[in-house]
């Protein structure tokens, strides 16, 4: 399974990024998949999860109600919309997949990260 993340970018305080993470599979309805990020000199962090099957999903305190997952299953793209950013959500942002309906666990395959910078 390879997963392609996308959409990273520099931007202000306040503004909105749009995530994009295509899986080179279409994920079984018992899949979940992720985001995670890596802020400079951190370790990286649950950010989001989402169900495939039913799109329930849990969210870090840090980023809720300013950051959205969604899916298009026709295209295996998860997305991640961000907004009200902060210098703060400044990392690199991760896409995953893990085998199995439980979010905050052990993911089992991970994209190749898209840097995020948000400036003051």
């Known amino acids: 399974v390879q997963l392609q993340a996308s959409g990273g970018g520099l931007v202000q305080t306040g503004d909105s990024l749009r995530l994009s993470c295509t899986a080179s599979?279409?994920?079984?309805?018992?899949?979940?998949m992720g985001w995670f990020r890596q802020p400079p000199g951190k370790e990286r962090e649950f950010v989001v999860g989402?169900?495939?099957?039913?799109?329930?999903?849990s969210y870090a305190d840090s980023v809720k109600g300013r950051f959205t997952i969604s899916s298009d299953n026709a295209k295996h793209t998860m997305y991640l919309q961000m907004d009200m950013l902060k210098p703060e959500d400044t990392a690199v942002y991760y896409c995953?997949?893990?085998?199995?309906?439980?979010?905050?666990?052990?993911?089992?395959?991970w994209g190749q990260g898209t840097l995020v910078t948000v400036s003051s």
């Open positions: 995953a997949l893990r085998r199995g309906a439980v979010i905050k666990s052990t993911y089992d395959y």
């Open positions: 989402m169900r495939w099957s039913d799109g329930s999903s």
């Open positions: 599979i279409r994920p079984f309805s018992n899949y979940v």
